[in-house]
Every structure is written in C-alpha cells, then in structure tokens.
C-alpha cells in the first residue's frame, strides 16, 4: 500500500528514525514496524491481519482506523484513495483501498 501524511511534518518525523525516537521515544521501533507492514500489505483488507490489531473507528471517528503500538497508544489512519472506492452499499470498499493517510499517534485512552 501506499503511505501519506497528514501533512508535512508528521511525513517527516515518521519517515526518519532519528526524527520518529525524538518525538515518540520507545514506541518509535514499533511505529517503524507498523509502518513496514502496512507498506507491504496490498490493500486496507489485508492490513487487518497484520500484527498491531487494525480497528475501524466509530462515532465521531468513523471512517478512521487505529492500530495499536503499546496497551494505550494507538496508529491513527484513514483510506486515502481519492475517490474511495464504495461498494454498492455506500461503505468503503477496502479490497480496493491502496493508498492510507496517517493522521497521527495518539492515546485516546488518556483521561
């Protein structure tokens, strides 16, 4: 699959190891791996069998996903494609999703 950003900044800090240790410290190796995986899976489908437990959002996130790095932090993401593909029924067809947008790292968890 193909990888973008949500903007300049984050593409940099996650695509250098030094830039990705400095601003997430011990969960920069994992990052490095999830971000390997989904380079290498096809299609947003697939990337549900990958290590990091891919989940779809809901409520207001719906349409995005999170992959887990650690027991809080999570790998936001969303379908890239422009247009996304739709199946029949109005959702997103992710068989044809081949291109992701990262929007981040987070710990929703935090209260």
């Keep these: 699959m193909d990888i973008v950003f949500k903007d300049k900044k984050l593409r940099k800090t996650m ?3 030094g830039r990705r240790r400095k601003a997430f410290g011990s969960l920069a190796a994992i990052i490095g791996r999830r971000l390997d995986d ?10 549900f069998g990958l290590p990091g437990r891919l989940e779809a959002l809901t409520g207001n996130r719906q349409g995005q996903y999170s992959m887990r790095l650690d027991r809080n932090h999570r790998l936001i993401l969303e379908a890239g494609n422009e247009p996304l593909p739709r199946k029949e029924d109005g959702g997103t067809d992710l068989r044809k999703v081949t291109v992701i947008r990262i929007l981040g790292v987070e710990d929703y968890h935090q209260r």
Excluded: F, Y
Excluded at 38 to 44: I, N, V
């Design 15 to 17: 695509n250098d190891a």
């Design 38 to 47: 989904l380079l290498a899976a096809a299609t947003l489908h697939e990337a």
